[in-house]
C-alpha cells in the first residue's frame, strides 16, 4: 500500500500530505504520535475510502511555524489546510491519541464540518484522580503503550526524534491533557464515535468513562487485545469498527 | 590558576542495594527516605567543609543547582551562597549554576544574584546552567523549550544588569513591563558569567563568543581536550586569545598518603556516586527535545544503556574523569591534565558522597599543603597545549 507524499502550499505555509485510495467517502485521518505517516489503520480504511493524512506540524519533515505550541494551535493551523483541500461535504474526520485530540480541537474551531469523528484511545482531557501514566520517565515506554511491543513502528531515527520532540511539545505541560478542552465538547455537533483499546496501560479506564459522560450520544467501539494504539495492534478491527460508523453516519 | 573547592552535597545514606532495586535516584526516588534530622545534621557539615576551604588556597567556594534528587541537596543554589556568604569573608562564592530556565521567570534570578552580589561586597560568580534532562520534570517546564528559554533568559538577565531601567522586554518566553531590577549588582558591569557545561560545541562557540568562562564538568580528559580546543579555535575565530582562566574543569579530585591506600579510601566513595546517586533512566538525561534533532538522533541507539553502566574507580581514573592518588601522582596528573587542555580554572569535587567528614577534610589538607601550592602560578605548558591542539 503505497501512499502518494506531497506538499500543499497555503497562506498559513507548506502542509505535508499523504493520500491513497478511492471510494464513496473521504477521510481526514490525523495521526499518533507514533509515526508521522498514517500507519496500518489508515491503510486498512483506505482500501474503502479515500484517505487524506497530514503530519502534524513538527512532526517528520512537516513545517512547524514557530507560533504553533500547543494542540490548539495545530487545530488552527490546520484551518489553512483545509481552506486549500476543499473537501466534499461528506467528509469524515478520524484520529488517534494525539491525532485524537487535534480533531476534536478541529471539529470544534470549524464548527463541525464533518459527517463523522471517530477518536481512537484518545488523550487531551484530564480526568482527576486518573492521570495517564509517564511514558517519559521509564525505561521502556513501549511496555505501557503497547500490550505487544513488537507493535511499535519501526521509525528511523531522524523522524523518531523530530515526533517525540514535537510529542513533547505538545503534550508536556499540562501533561497530555487541555483543562479548557472538556467544557468545549459539547459543541461537537455531529455523529462522534469513540474507538478504544481496552488493554491501555497509558490511559486508564476511566478516561473512557470521563469521554462518555462527556459526549453521552457517542458510540463506543471496544477493541480487545490492544493497547493504547489499537491502529497499530489490531488494525483489521479498528478499521472495520470505524469504516461501519462512516457508513451509519453519512445516512 | 584558580582554585575552586566543590561539593555536591550529597545524600549519603542510599542503601548499598540502591541501584539494583531501583530505577532513579531522581524525580521518583521518594521523598520519603529524606530524613530531615539527618538532612539538618549534614546542611551544618557541609557548610562547613565548605567555609573552611577559605584560606586553604581556593580562591571560589562553589554551590550548584539540582531538584528532587539524592544526588546533590542544593535545590535552591542561591540560598547556601547565602550562608558560604555570612561564613565566609573574601573568597569568591561561585553558583555553577542557576538554572534559568527552570525559573518561572528569570527576574528572581536577576534580583537574588544582584542581592548576594551586594552584600557578599562583590563576590559572587554567576554560573547560569539549563538543568539537567530529569529536572524538566520537576517544574513542568517543557524540555523542548529549554534552549530557548536559556538563551532569552542570559539575554534578558544581561540587559537588567547593564541597561539603566526601566525598559520593556518583549520575548517569546518573557515579557516584562518595567524591567527595572533594585539593588544592581556591585561588580561592574555584572558578576562574571560561568558556564558550567558537557561541552556541546554550539554551547562552547557561544560562550567563546561572549567571553565566559567554559566549565566542563562530569567528562573524560578527552571530552575536556576536545572542548578546551574548540574553546580556543573559536575565540580565535571571534579575534581574541582566551585566557586560561577561561577554561574550567571540574573534577573529583582525592588525595591519599600514598596511590595504593589512596585508591583503596577512594574507590567505595567515588563509586557510590557514580552507581547510586547518578542513576536515573535515558530519559531523565536526555528527555523530548532537551537536545537539538541531530544530537538526540546520534545517540538513539545507545539509549537503554544510559544510567546503567557502573564504571569502577579504576576505569574512571584511567579516563581522567577523576584525578586520584599520593601527592606526587596527583599533582603529576593535574599538570598533565592542565598542560593538554590549557585550563586555568580548576574546580575540585571534594566530597563524592559517603565520604566521612575526617576523610574529607584529610584529602582536602593533603590537596591544598602538597598539591595546590605547587600549581599556584602555574600556568599550563603553552607549547603542549599547541602541539595537542595543532
Not at chain 1, 230 to 246: L, S
Not at chain 2, 24 to 35: E, G, I, K, L, P
Not at chain 2, 36 to 48: C, F, K, N, Q, V
Not at chain 2, 87 to 106: E, F, Q, S, V, Y
Request: aromatic share 10%; with cysteine.
Amino acid at each position: 500500500m503505497e501512499w502518494n507524499e506531497h506538499t500543499v502550499d497555503t497562506d498559513g505555509g507548506p502542509f505535508v500530505l499523504h493520500e491513497a485510495g478511492e471510494g464513496p467517502a473521504t477521510i481526514v485521518y490525523l495521526h499518533d504520535e507514533q509515526s508521522a505517516m498514517p500507519g496500518p489503520v489508515a491503510a486498512k480504511l483506505a482500501e474503502r475510502a479515500r484517505v487524506v493524512a497530514p503530519s502534524h506540524p513538527g512532526f517528520g519533515t512537516a513545517n512547524r511555524p514557530e507560533w504553533v505550541e500547543s494542540v490548539r494551535d495545530v487545530a488552527e493551523h490546520y484551518v489553512d489546510l483545509l481552506g486549500a483541500l476543499a473537501l466534499p461535504s461528506t467528509t469524515a474526520l478520524v484520529g488517534a491519541s494525539m491525532g485524537a485530540w487535534i480533531a476534536t480541537e478541529l471539529a470544534i474551531r470549524t464548527g463541525c464540518p464533518f459527517s463523522s469523528l471517530s477518536l481512537i484511545n484518545p488523550i487531551g482531557i484530564h480526568v482527576p484522580g486518573h492521570p495517564a501514566k509517564d511514558f517519559w520517565y521509564v525505561r521502556n515506554p513501549e511496555e505501557l503503550l503497547f500490550t505487544d511491543p513488537a507493535a511499535m513502528p519501526e521509525v528511523p531515527a531522524g523522524e523518531r526524534v523530530a515526533n517525540e520532540e514535537s510529542a513533547a511539545r505538545y503534550g508536556w505541560s499540562p501533561r497530555l491533557h487541555d483543562p479548557t478542552l472538556a467544557p468545549r465538547l459539547h459543541r461537537l455537533a455531529l455523529p462522534v464515535q469513540l474507538v478504544w483499546g481496552t488493554d491501555d496501560r497509558l490511559l486508564p479506564k476511566e478516561h473512557l468513562d470521563a469521554w462518555r459522560d462527556l459526549l453521552p450520544a457517542a458510540d463506543v467501539a471496544e477493541i480487545p487485545s490492544a493497547g493504547h494504539f489499537p491502529g497499530y495492534e489490531q488494525p483489521d478491527h479498528t478499521a472495520d469498527v470505524i469504516a461501519e460508523f462512516i457508513a451509519q453516519s453519512a445516512n | 590558576m584558580k582554585f575552586v573547592a566543590f561539593h555536591l552535597m550529597p545524600w549519603p545514606y542510599l542503601p548499598e542495594n540502591f541501584a539494583d532495586v531501583e530505577d532513579s535516584a531522581w524525580v521518583t526516588y521518594s521523598n520519603q527516605h529524606y530524613d530531615p534530622e539527618r538532612g539538618h545534621e549534614l546542611y551544618e557539615r557541609y557548610l562547613s567543609e565548605l567555609a573552611a576551604c577559605e584560606g586553604m588556597g581556593f580562591d571560589a567556594i562553589a554551590v550548584n543547582e539540582h531538584h528532587q534528587t539524592a544526588y546533590g541537596l542544593m535545590p535552591a543554589p542561591n540560598i547556601v551562597a547565602t550562608a558560604l556568604v555570612n561564613r565566609t569573608k573574601t573568597a569568591r562564592i561561585a553558583i555553577l549554576g542557576n538554572a534559568i530556565p527552570l525559573r518561572d521567570h528569570p527576574m528572581r534570578v536577576v534580583e537574588e544574584v544582584a542581592m548576594l552580589d551586594v552584600m557578599s561586597g562583590g563576590r559572587i560568580i554567576c554560573g547560569i546552567v539549563r538543568g539537567l534532562g530529569a529536572e524538566y520534570h520537576t517544574f513542568g517546564i517543557n524540555p523542548v523549550h529549554s534552549q530557548e528559554r536559556f538563551f532569552e533568559a542570559h539575554d534578558l538577565m544581561v540587559a537588567a544588569w547593564t541597561r539603566p531601567g526601566p525598559f520593556d522586554w518583549d520575548g517569546k518566553h518573557y515579557q516584562v513591563k518595567y524591567v527595572n531590577p533594585w539593588p544592581r549588582p556591585i561588580q561592574d558591569p555584572h558578576p562574571p558569567i560561568w558556564l558550567p557545561t558537557q561541552g556541546s560545541s554550539s554551547t562552547v562557540r557561544w560562550a567563546a563568543e561572549k567571553r565566559y568562562t567554559l566549565f566542563q564538568t562530569f567528562s573524560p580528559l578527552a571530552a575536556l581536550v576536545k572542548s578546551t580546543r574548540q574553546y580556543s579555535e573559536f575565540a580565535r575565530e571571534f579575534g581574541y586569545t582566551p585566557d586560561p582562566e577561561q577554561l574550567g574543569w571540574a573534577v573529583p579530585i582525592y588525595v591519599g598518603k600514598d596511590d595504593d591506600s589512596a585508591m583503596a579510601e577512594f574507590k567505595p566513595h567515588v563509586e557510590y556516586l557514580y552507581h547510586q546517586l547518578r542513576r536515573r533512566p535515558w530519559q531523565a538525561t536526555m528527555p523530548a527535545g532537551y537536545v537539538p534533532r541531530a544530537a538526540a538522533a546520534a545517540v538513539i541507539e545507545r539509549r537503554k544503556g544510559v544510567g546503567t553502566d557502573r564504571p569502577t574507580a579504576e576505569e574512571l581514573a584511567a579516563r581522567g574523569e577523576i584525578i586520584v592518588g599520593g601527592p606526587k601522582a596527583v599533582l603529576a596528573r593535574l599538570r598533565e591534565s592542565i598542560d593538554s587542555t590549557g585550563i586555568g580554572t580548576l574546580a575540585t569535587m571534594i566530597q563524592t558522597g559517603t565520604m566521612s567528614h575526617e576523610q574529607t577534610t584529610a584529602s582536602i589538607g593533603r590537596l591544598t599543603e602538597l598539591v595546590l601550592p605547587q600549581l599556584s602560578g602555574y600556568l599550563p605548558n603553552v607549547v603542549a597545549h599547541s602541539a595537542v591542539a595543532s
